[in-house]
């Protein structure tokens, strides 16, 4: 048990237990309502956490390094897969909260253009009193006490309560974090405009901002500014042909600059045809349970918009979660070596930990626990953030010609087990296997893999037979 990886196998199947009951609960009933891939439904719930959860915590991971637990997350599915519904129903509190808190700022900025125009009129007259002043040859320290005054008293403008944002541009997106609310959410169902917009064009920024690093934005026609301590949740649902072109035309330079590596993307398998109306009616009071929480979240951020401050919960790991977390980064780590599971991936390898730690930190607040990460809230989120590392895979590392043909074989074994059971001789496999395999030289490489793979065992029987035998 000492030497038991960390990791989970690559190629496992989806985590389908989520020990994080108000999450789970949400996630299953949507699935089963609207009848969406689980692994959409999951992200679709993701962005929400994150996005209501970026402003109030961080994360302390295990080495001592505070960083955000915001998340960049894609979905590549096509049109029918009911993104848009999934979206929706996850998001709901967030839509409803902003449109109240639009009509409160609509009046506050009423107030404040009332009471700005009174204080320019206020100033203009001072400055009048103090050119009077300077012409009679009168003494202007009183007069310029009141004018600084004045300016101290100047009203602030109102601060817009905005999250979400769709296809915008990056001034408009970075001006609205720095004006409003300095945490928000990227988010689109339908994402090919904002993949081939400027804000996507701006890799280091996007990069910067997922790091909790400074923003400067440098304008001529107006006052530069920083954008410190901001927080930005990225989600993109996007159909495969707009993901194909985009890759395509720009793929290359995105990842070469880090964005990707960044990402938890999938592509999961439609369901289209397969969705059999069960019932008439569906209850929705889990996704209510979780609109609620997501709404007690909302109102804390709008407290800490009040009061100006960015003073954020920090999130730990219990002692045991530190330890796994520190055996899942090692293992991370050396996979990254020639011949390791991420040696074609090492850019979204080196950031899998960090966005293993922002999993757990997130659905740990989410569901409201008093204390530290536990281990089961980790375990969990290594074997999902792992499942997105083999969708990354799949997505942006083309395979190599050992992964097709060690397919190839695997899936006649299986094939043929349906008939013949699991076992074969090798001697069999070399005389009856796929037409291209029947040479020893070229075989007994791609069993070697299989069995790295953990995909077959190799036993040896009576009198030197070798027997192949599927590990399932």
Known sequence: MANQSALPEPGCEYPLFIPAPIFAAAVDEVEVNIKAPRSLVISGALTAISLVSQGLIDVLKPNNQVVPVSLMLATIADSGDRKSTAQDALLKSVRSFEVGRDDEYKRDMVRWKAGLAIWEQGKKELLKSISKAYRDDFDTSSIESKIMEHENNKPEKPRRFRMLYDDTTPQALFLGMYEGLPTAGLISDEASGILNGRTFRDFPKLNTIWSGGVIAVDRTSSESYRLDEARLTVSLMVQEKNFIDYLSRKGELSRGAGLWARFLICKPDSIRGTRVM???????????????????????????????????????????????????????????????????????????????????ALLHFFEGEEGD??????????????????????????????????????????????????????NDLLQYGPNRMRKKEVLSPILDYLVSAKKIIIHERRLGRMVVRIND
């Open 373 to 426: 990460i536990p281990i089961e809230i980790l375990e969990f989120s290594v074997s999902l953030c792992c499942w997105f590392a083999d969708e990354f895979k799949k997505i942006f590392v083309p395979p190599v010609q050992i992964e097709v043909d060690a397919d190839e074989l695997y899936q006649w074994l299986v094939t043929r087990k349906r008939v013949r059971g699991r076992e074969i001789d090798k």
């Open 278 to 360: 069960e019932s008439f009616s569906s209850s929705w009071q889990r996704t209510t349970d979780f609109n609620v929480r997501v709404s007690e979240l909302l109102e804390r951020n709008a407290r800490f918009q009040a009061q100006a401050t960015s003073c954020r919960e920090r999130i730990k790991f219990t002692p045991a979660a530190s330890a796994l977390w520190m055996k899942v980064f090692n293992e991370i780590e050396v996979g990254m070596r020639e011949g390791g599971r991420f040696e074609r991936m090492p850019d979204f390898a080196s950031k899998l930990a960090d966005n293993i730690a922002r999993v757990a």
